[in-house]
């Protein structure tokens, strides 16, 4: 069994038992390392207050240590650090020869419910780990003076012997529309820009030579599919799903790419729902995103959409490329037109879409060197991923 005691460096473990009075570290009653969706969620729970000025006054350190096992050990441990009046992670990396790495604060999401516990949520690339099974142990130090390795009640475990957290990657099954149910772009504040492409999946060019492209360049995309060519150009789904595996978001683009703004109520349901029951069979994906073809609209459908967890995704930044302007004309008017919060619409079906592959790479190069960050379409609006 994996003793985490034994590699942690900074873990001064006591061997044996002193009278003394000196301050106790703090004691945890409770601690759990677990997955939710992509994050890591690791939970504590002390017997006093667990705050920034409580744990400077006591001159105490929490921190989680962490080991995996074969075939790559990797030892490290996460502490709870006082900056202020305020609470932050940071990740040291431990070598198995016992060299100490170099102190780093991570991105997490901290919050509490009460002074005695504590939650934070990471990325396990935070402190360089995948989705493999991770051994654990809460380490609880006092270095108030007085406090020595063999003075009982400095250093506290818990729990008693390493618990392992049992991680899984993490499949994307959906997300959450929420905010304006009509949308033609994101924040004028926020220097991000998304590429959308509408008609796939298609065949000229394959649909994987987008993905293929968009992979080299680091840049993920939102792809927006009529239902009715899935099961023509991607039977088994593999291209959708290699998709979602780059990152990218898929949305619906119709059944049959009517003018939904001229059909019944009835019609248009069903239009929207046959392509999300499609894109879902093909992926194991539910969409929150739609476009309707040709950018024709109501009040009426808007809502319907919204009644079925769409949100109404229009743009504006349009190179017409389904007219076939030649590449050179859609790089400059992607350029040129780029803003903050652009949505770019082109294509990669319904045609021979060409020229819009063969634009990709000078239209990233340019967009990229005006310090543009390529997102998602839910990316942009900030939407919540379903994970399972």
Not at 4 to 33: E, M
Not at 84 to 109: D, N
Not at 294 to 299: E, M, V
Request: charged share 15%; hydrophobic share 40%; aromatic share 6%.
């Amino acid at each position: 069994m994996l003793v985490l005691v034994g590699v942690i460096a900074t873990v001064a473990i006591a061997t044996g038992s002193a009278a003394s009075t000196a301050p106790a570290a703090l004691r945890i009653d409770a601690a759990s390392l677990t997955q939710n969706g992509q994050d890591l969620v690791w939970r504590v729970a002390s017997d006093g207050p667990f705050t920034a000025s409580s744990l400077a006054g006591a001159d105490q350190s929490v921190c989680l240590a962490l080991a995996r096992s074969e075939p790559s050990p990797v030892a490290g441990e996460l502490c709870i650090e006082r900056l202020r009046s305020h609470l932050r992670l940071f990740y040291r990396h431990i070598a198995s020869s016992g060299a100490l790495g170099t102190a780093r604060v991570i991105a997490a999401t901290l919050t509490r419910r009460s002074i005695k516990e504590l939650t934070a949520s990471f990325l396990p690339a935070r402190i360089g780990a995948g989705y493999r099974s991770l051994h654990w142990q809460v380490v609880s130090v006092s270095a108030a003076t007085g406090c020595s390795p063999a003075v009982a009640g400095c250093t506290q475990f818990f729990p008693a012997a390493a618990s392992l957290a049992k991680l899984h990657t993490p499949k994307l099954v959906g997300c959450v529309a929420s905010g304006p149910s009509l949308n033609y772009g994101g924040s004028s504040k926020v220097h991000d820009i998304a590429l959308t492409f509408d008609d796939g999946p298609w065949g000229t060019p394959p649909t994987m030579d987008f993905i293929r492209l968009l992979a080299r360049e680091h840049v993920p995309a939102s792809f927006f599919e009529i239902g009715n060519q899935i099961s023509e150009y991607d039977p088994t789904g593999s291209i959708e799903r290699a998709m979602l595996a780059h990152g990218d978001m898929i949305g619906d683009h119709t059944w049959t790419h009517p003018d939904m703004a001229s059909l019944g109520a009835t019609q248009q349901r069903s239009e929207l729902e046959l392509t999300v029951d499609a894109i879902r069979d093909a992926t194991g994906f539910t969409p929150c995103l739609w476009r309707p073809p040709y950018g024709d609209i109501s009040p009426e459908l808007i809502s319907l959409a919204r009644s079925l967890g769409l949100l109404t995704i229009m743009w504006n930044i349009d190179p017409r490329d389904w007219a076939l302007p030649g590449v050179g004309e859609i790089i400059d008017n992607v350029t040129t037109n780029a803003r903050n919060g652009g949505i770019v619409e082109e294509h990669f079906g319904g045609g021979p879409r060409y020229e819009t592959l063969d634009a990709l790479p000078t239209e990233i190069a340019n967009l990229r060197a005006r310090g543009y960050k390529f997102v998602t379409v839910a990316q942009m609006l900030n939407l919540r991923m379903i994970y399972r």
